[in-house]
């Protein structure tokens, strides 16, 4: 049994992913938002089910479609949408946009535009805190496209012979563009490739928050004890195209209608009611205290200036030097 | 120049990089070691464990000292495990990696370039990237086209990392120190010819700036610029130089990027000639980009072209007549100054 006020957390997370980024494919089509965006839509129990068991102090790394990531891990909704609008308010200042949002403050460790980019840095970052012994756990996001880079599976190997605290977590939406999953990977599921590394492979529903939430708590406390890595392969859907303005010819409408129809936000709205954990009418308090928040997230971002054009290089080189520990 | 005294010994330049990151490790818990046999023999219990001490035995005190929680054998998976620096940078550690052959990066590429290099860019200076890798390089040892390359001219070309090509014991200490305890990923690189070559080293812990180019030798006619093992070999060409009456100065800069322009150009501006020397294949080579900025920057000192003296636009052979031929020799630096006469 998961306590109400979990389940209740839950909806908020990916009610808050899914308006979100409902706004961003809206300001997105006014053509205000520079560059591509990748949307979450659909995806949202993956980052909602995972994070609910991470702290501040947890790593996260990301992908090309990494605004739910970002979201679940906490991190301001202003200065998130100013960082996709470019802005110098943004979390990177504007000098990463939608696909390097960053948030070191709260283990952050980017949004990545390189298909399995995060997943060596998850790897890293668990190994900091083996090394240190200061507890932390480390997630790696990856799409079932990742699942086939070589980078993987080095960094599956190397969590399993350290015994790193690292959850891999893969979110497979069955497509990597417009390659489906069953095309290019050789097995059903990327979590049976855990067995050649020694390691638990799970698979989770993604249309049922609570099933991911039970899932990533079990590795995430299994990552924690020191005993190892996991990976957890969650079977998801993306409701739209790869990017905002996909054609999306790859699948047809009945398919999309079908993911739709298993709406992990719907499910965990309809499984609330029936229970009795919480009204209609709070539900809609939760959604307008929402929308509410995205609209003032998109006002700070309109607000804020864009980069001043003679600091096209600043940044290269990081300027916080951190006190040397040294005397010389 | 450093003098020979009670707290000054000889070493081999390997053993100044191994001082350097024991030095590092003693004073700061975060630095770590890690790579392929930087013990060696990893979990075969105590008698065989540290069996290598890396492959040129530069990690061979640290084991000892550290234990396998801050110095890791790695499997062979450069991407893995350099990636898995970079994380760990970006998480607090500043971990030393072993890459063992410059060669050997390409493995690794994206992790250096898509991930280190443009961290701190992209996330708008929120990440410090402490990290820095240790490669060996160079011809001369008949290890082959896949053992040998320099490469510093990929890495010098990268924005974000910091590239560092010491010639001598005393600045591979102190430009290692510096290099671990930089907040920006640095590639250093160490030349396999002079792993042996011993020179004075003070046993103390010291830093030497990046950035700063050092003078081996002050002339008034020619400026050669050598990087690496070719500083050597330029300073006995301008030996003989003297002797036929030509006074060379001879510019080692120590790191490539940061490079040392200023102190170059003033050098030029002297002298009214440049000779650049790299052991590596000339197109879009670091001989070529201190040519170009000598040439926009100092033209008019200029008395005549700048010559190149670099290996040919080949990879390194193999066998020893065509390894001989590979790298700039003496003879001709020598000749690429008479050149300009």
């Known amino acids: 049994m998961i306590e109400p006020r979990t389940q209740l957390a839950l909806y908020r997370t990916m009610l808050t992913i899914r308006v979100f980024e409902q706004r961003v494919a809206r300001e997105f089509r006014t053509g205000e938002i520079p560059g591509f965006v990748h949307m979450y839509i659909g995806q949202e129990a993956v980052a909602a089910g995972v994070c609910a068991s991470l702290g501040d102090a947890d790593y996260v790394t990301s992908t090309h479609r990494g605004h739910g990531h970002c979201v679940a891990k906490g991190c301001d909704l202003g200065r998130m949408m100013a960082e996709i609008y470019g802005r110098e308010d943004g979390l990177c200042k504007g000098r990463g946009g939608s696909m390097h949002i960053a948030d070191c403050s709260r283990g952050m460790l980017g949004a990545n535009a390189i298909v399995g980019g995060g997943i060596a840095l998850a790897t890293g970052a668990g190994l900091a805190s083996s090394v240190r012994g200061s507890g932390e756990t480390a997630v790696a996001f990856f799409g079932d496209g990742a699942a086939n880079q070589g980078v993987l599976h080095e960094s599956l190997n190397l969590a399993a012979i350290w015994k790193l605290p690292v959850v891999y977590v893969c979110e497979n939406n069955g497509f990597a563009e417009s390659t489906p999953s069953s095309y290019a990977t050789s097995v059903p599921d990327v979590a049976m490739r855990a067995a050649a590394y020694g390691i638990p492979g799970v698979v989770a529903d993604g249309s049922d928050v609570l099933e991911v939430y039970a899932a990533a708590r079990t590795a995430v406390e299994r990552a924690r004890a020191g005993a190892g890595p996991t990976l957890l392969e969650v079977k998801t859907h993306r409701f739209m195209g790869h990017f905002e303005g996909d054609p999306d010819r790859y699948r047809d409408d009945d398919e999309r209608r079908a993911t739709r129809e298993r709406d992990a936000i719907a499910g965990l709205h309809d499984r609330l009611l029936a229970s009795g954990h919480a009204t209609e009418d709070e539900l809609e308090a939760i959604r307008a205290e929402i929308e509410a928040a995205v609209s003032k997230a998109v006002d700070f971002a309109r607000a804020s200036p864009l980069p001043d054009p003679a600091e096209v290089d600043r940044y290269v080189y990081p300027e916080l030097l951190a006190q040397s520990a040294t005397a010389w | ?341």
């Open chain 2, 1 to 341: 120049m450093v003098t020979t005294t009670a707290a000054t010994r000889s070493l081999s330049l390997v053993d100044a990089v191994g001082e350097a990151m024991r030095q590092a490790m003693e004073a700061d818990p975060n630095v770590i070691v890690m790579g392929e046999d930087v013990a060696g023999g990893a979990g075969r219990g105590e008698e065989k464990e540290n069996a290598m001490g890396g492959s040129f035995g530069a990690t061979k005190s640290l084991y000892p000292l550290f234990g396998p929680n801050r110095v890791r054998d790695t499997p062979i998976s450069e991407a893995g495990f350099v990636g898995a620096a970079v994380g760990a940078a970006a998480a607090g550690l500043r971990p030393v990696v072993d890459a063992m052959w410059a060669d050997f990066t390409g493995l690794a590429f994206d992790q250096i370039y898509n991930q280190a290099s443009k961290m701190s860019f992209m996330f708008g200076g929120q990440a410090r990237l402490p990290l820095t890798i240790r490669v060996a390089m160079g011809s001369g040892i008949g290890a082959g086209a896949q053992h040998s390359g320099t490469l510093y001219a990929i890495y010098t070309h990268l924005p974000g990392v910091k590239v560092v090509v010491p010639s001598t014991p005393y600045d591979a200490k102190g430009l290692l120190l510096e290099s671990i305890f930089d907040d920006a990923p640095v590639l250093f690189f160490e030349h396999l010819k002079l792993y042996v070559a011993r020179g004075p080293v003070p046993a103390d812990a010291y830093r030497i700036p990046l950035g700063v180019a050092e003078v081996r030798r002050v002339g008034g006619d020619v400026t050669i610029v050598a990087i690496a093992a070719m500083v050597d070999r330029a300073l006995e060409a301008a030996e003989q130089l003297a002797a036929d009456g030509t006074s060379a100065e001879v510019i080692d800069p120590r790191t490539l990027s940061p490079l040392d322009v200023a102190t170059i150009v003033a050098s030029v501006e002297k002298t009214g000639a440049l000779v650049v020397v790299d052991e590596s294949p000339p197109q879009c080579s670091v001989a070529s980009e201190i040519a170009a900025v000598v040439s926009e920057q100092a033209f008019d000192s200029l008395n005549g072209p700048v010559r190149r003296v670099t290996a040919p636009h080949a990879p390194v052979p193999f066998t020893p007549s065509l390894e001989a031929v590979y790298a700039p020799t003496v003879q001709s630096i020598v000749d690429a100054v008479g050149s300009l006469a």
